[in-house]
């Protein structure tokens, strides 16, 4: 097996990268394509060319798909697909598309298992990692939500304030208004008694001169 993981490496480092024909002059969404072209220096495998996929750039048959340990390398994402790994012929990559919450559950259970993990070296340095992370990203929330907190609070204090600044306000211009229509009634009151007063004096004068008028002899009507 070992021979054949050796062969295996020396192929695959002889191995070109195949790109699609005229792929230095345009850009392509695939990257190969088999050329069809009549006159096509590479389908006619010209030297100074480019060469394409052959069978001779294949590893062995033993050997094919394995991972460079000699095991059958499977993807996980979930716990419970470790129950059908067989540890002594299977390794184990952790999906990349998983949470790293589940991440660590499924590594730690990798651990009790003893199953060995591709895509991570050592198992508890990336779990203490995490575990920090998560903490300080707990901590962050915390002091985020109390400054939230604190400015809700401090908003509400400031409307408040506001508002018995507006009450009182509208409290001191009613005030001041009742005064000055007190003021203005009180002015006008003794305006008042001085006309009655004068037309009282008015009215007991002319009785007075009737009353005189009356008394001389030869005035009586």
Not at 1 to 9: D, H, Y
Not at 20 to 41: A, C, F, I, V
Request: charged share 40%.
């Amino acid at each position: 097996m070992k021979t054949l993981l050796e062969i295996r490496k020396k192929l695959k480092a002889k191995k070109p990268t195949f790109l699609r024909t005229d792929s230095n002059r345009k850009k392509y969404k695939n990257k190969w394509r088999k050329p069809r072209g009549l006159q096509n220096k590479r389908r006619l495998k010209y030297k100074g060319h480019q060469k394409n996929p052959s069978q001779g750039y294949r590893s062995p048959v033993e050997v094919r798909g394995l991972h460079n340990s000699g095991l059958e390398l499977i993807n996980i994402s979930n716990i419970k697909e470790l129950d059908n790994i067989k540890k002594e012929t299977q390794i184990v990559e952790v999906a990349a598309r998983t949470g790293i919450k589940n991440k660590v559950i499924i590594l730690e259970a990798c651990k009790a298992k003893g199953i060995t993990v591709s895509n991570i070296k050592d198992i508890e340095k990336f779990i203490t990692k995490v575990n920090d992370k998560l903490e300080l990203r707990k901590k962050e929330k915390i002091i985020k939500t109390t400054k939230k907190k604190k400015s809700k609070e401090k908003s509400i204090k400031k409307a408040e304030g506001e508002e018995k600044k507006e009450n009182e306000s509208t409290d001191s211009a009613e005030s001041d208004k009742q005064e000055e229509q007190k003021e203005e009634i009180l002015k006008s009151k003794p305006k008042e008694e001085k006309q009655q007063k004068q037309t009282k004096e008015k009215n007991t004068a002319v009785a007075k001169e009737g009353h005189q008028q009356s008394s001389v002899p030869g005035n009586k009507q």
